[in-house]
């Protein structure tokens, strides 16, 4: 069957890694993809939208407020403005030049990541706090709490906090610190998501706001994400993002995101606004989030271990590699196949393997992770019900050529 990519000339893979953003995300539920075809056929204010879809998300997270943005990643960055600024247009006018206001983002050193060039383009400097030799093998220990309680000062803007199961200190610690001293707490948990719980979990645990992904398991658009949490800082990081190209005297922002009384003046375009969303993906997002909030759980994983299973049985007989399906203690909403290859007797390593699953047809692309342990990794999240056998093939192929 064609397809539109095949016109472009773009090859489509077999995509065994799961919502990875080079892979292109997931692929949609028809719901969400004719809810964006519907969103495109009008027109609307983009602030009113927004303002409604507050409301959905504040009702399945908990929070005050939420803002649908264009993936976790924006989402960090405009709540980093948003605790930079509070709700002084001048300020906001100013980012990433922070004169006058607190301009430094703590985080534990075994948080840092890459994705946080979205915290430090608002301007702050990010403080890493602690050392965590638990990593090195050298020690057992990461940062602690009072750690981060001592390096709060006044040029304190905010504590990032990136939520994994293996995350220390514990989330609750850290909120306790920062709130005895009137600091905010970011949580990022872009890939959170399963468990459901976890959309009110961070809310629960006291952050002040987190930033999921739209495009990870939720399903929606692999452009959107969301941000939620205190009502006044939802508030700053939506006047940081939306368009503000217009006459003061025509400004009408909805009461429920914006309280323009608060303001004294309306703020211009914001370091958000490169990150636009648009009313296709804000829509396609709150229909894919209605979806993953009223699937049940366990039959939500009951589907993903269905195909798991699958690709297991398709590797029965495989020469020189074990499939093995594993419910990770840490991840067990999420049955993944870890593939031990015998390297020797292969006469190639699974690093090798994963390259030439690769590079062949069809392209298939599996999760490299554990490939130093000899283990290549296949999640379900982005598969196809009939991919798994296709992989088992595949995977007969290239393992029995070696034989
Ligand atoms: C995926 C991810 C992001 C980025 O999410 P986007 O929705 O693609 O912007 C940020 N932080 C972490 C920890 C992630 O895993």
Same mark, same amino acid.
């Given at each position: 069957?064609?397809?539109?990519?095949?016109?472009?000339?773009?090859?489509?893979?077999?995509?065994?890694? $799961?919502? @990875?953003?080079?892979?292109?995300?997931?692929?949609?539920?028809?719901?969400? @993809?004719?809810?964006?075809?519907? #969103?495109?056929?009008?027109?609307?204010?983009?602030?009113?939208?927004?303002?409604?879809?507050?409301?959905?998300?504040?009702?399945?997270?908990?929070?005050?407020?939420?803002?649908?943005?264009?993936?976790?990643?924006?989402?960090?960055?405009?709540?980093? #403005?948003?605790?930079?600024? $509070?709700?002084?247009?001048? *300020?906001?006018?100013?980012?990433?030049?922070?004169?006058?206001?607190?301009?430094?983002?703590?985080?534990?050193?075994?948080?840092?990541?890459?994705?946080? /060039?979205?915290?430090?383009?608002?301007?702050?400097?990010?403080?890493?706090?602690?050392?965590?030799?638990?990593?090195?093998?050298?020690?057992?220990?990461?940062? =602690? *709490?009072? =750690?981060?309680?001592?390096?709060?000062?006044?040029?304190?803007?905010?504590?990032?906090?990136?939520?994994? $199961?293996?995350?220390?200190?514990?989330?609750?610690?850290?909120?306790?610190?920062? /709130?005895?001293?009137?600091?905010?707490?970011?949580?990022?948990?872009?890939?959170?998501?399963?468990?459901?719980?976890?959309? !009110?979990?961070?809310?629960?645990?006291? #952050?002040?706001?987190?930033?999921?992904?739209?495009?990870?398991?939720?399903? $929606?658009?692999?452009?959107?994400?969301?941000?939620?949490? !205190? !009502?006044?800082?939802?508030?700053?990081?939506?006047?940081?993002?939306?368009?503000?190209?217009?006459?003061? =005297?025509?400004?009408?922002?909805?009461? *429920?995101?914006?309280?323009?009384?608060?303001?004294?003046?309306?703020?211009?375009?914001?370091?958000?606004?490169?990150?636009?969303?648009?009313?296709?993906?804000?829509?396609?997002?709150?229909?894919?989030?209605?979806?993953? @909030?009223?699937?049940?759980?366990?039959?939500?994983?009951?589907?993903?271990?269905?195909?798991?299973?699958?690709?297991?049985?398709?590797?029965?007989?495989?020469?020189?590699?074990?499939?093995?399906?594993?419910?990770?203690?840490?991840?067990?909403?999420?049955?993944?196949?870890?593939?031990?290859?015998?390297?020797?007797?292969?006469?190639?390593?699974?690093?090798?393997?994963?390259?030439?699953?690769?590079?062949?047809?069809?392209?298939?692309?599996?999760?490299?992770?554990?490939?130093?342990?000899?283990?290549?990794?296949?999640?379900?999240?982005?598969?196809?019900?009939?991919?798994? =056998?296709?992989?088992? !093939?595949?995977?007969?192929?290239?393992?029995?050529?070696?034989?």
């Amino acid at each position: 069957m064609s397809n539109i990519y095949e016109k472009l000339g773009v090859r489509t893979v077999i995509n065994a890694v $799961g919502p @990875a953003t080079r892979l292109s995300g997931g692929v949609m539920r028809p719901e969400v @993809a004719d809810a964006m075809r519907q #969103a495109s056929q009008h027109c609307v204010d983009m602030a009113e939208l927004q303002a409604a879809a507050s409301a959905v998300i504040a009702r399945l997270t908990g929070a005050e407020a939420g803002y649908v943005t264009s993936g976790a990643a924006a989402g960090l960055l405009i709540g980093t #403005a948003a605790c930079v600024t $509070g709700l002084d247009p001048l *300020a906001m006018n100013r980012l990433p030049d922070t004169t006058g206001r607190p301009d430094e983002v703590l985080i534990p050193r075994s948080h840092r990541n890459f994705y946080d /060039h979205a915290i430090r383009t608002t301007g702050v400097k990010l403080i890493e706090v602690g050392i965590a030799d638990r990593f090195s093998g050298a020690g057992v220990r990461d940062t =602690e *709490a009072w =750690e981060i309680a001592a390096a709060i000062g006044p040029r304190t803007a905010a504590v990032c906090y990136v939520a994994y $199961g293996h995350s220390l200190p514990p989330l609750e610690q850290v909120v306790q610190v920062a /709130h005895t001293a009137n600091v905010p707490v970011i949580v990022d948990a872009a890939g959170q998501l399963p468990p459901a719980a976890n959309l !009110r979990h961070f809310i629960d645990s006291g #952050a002040d706001l987190v930033a999921f992904s739209g495009g990870k398991a939720i399903g $929606g658009p692999q452009s959107s994400g969301i941000l939620c949490g !205190r !009502r006044d800082l939802v508030s700053a990081a939506a006047l940081q993002h939306l368009d503000q190209d217009i006459l003061p =005297e025509l400004w009408r922002p909805p009461a *429920a995101l914006i309280d323009r009384e608060r303001l004294p003046g309306a703020p211009q375009h914001g370091i958000g606004r490169p990150c636009k969303v648009g009313k296709e993906e804000i829509v396609g997002l709150l229909t894919a989030l209605e979806l993953f @909030a009223a699937e049940d759980p366990e039959a939500r994983r009951e589907r993903w271990q269905a195909l798991m299973t699958n690709l297991v049985e398709a590797c029965r007989n495989l020469p020189h590699a074990h499939a093995q399906l594993v419910r990770d203690r840490k991840r067990p909403e999420i049955p993944v196949v870890h593939l031990d290859v015998d390297e020797e007797a292969a006469g190639m390593t699974a690093l090798e393997l994963v390259a030439q699953l690769q590079d062949g047809t069809p392209c298939i692309h599996a999760n490299p992770s554990d490939v130093r342990d000899g283990r290549v990794i296949f999640g379900p999240l982005c598969l196809q019900p009939h991919e798994p =056998e296709q992989i088992g !093939r595949r995977l007969h192929q290239v393992l029995g050529q070696q034989a």
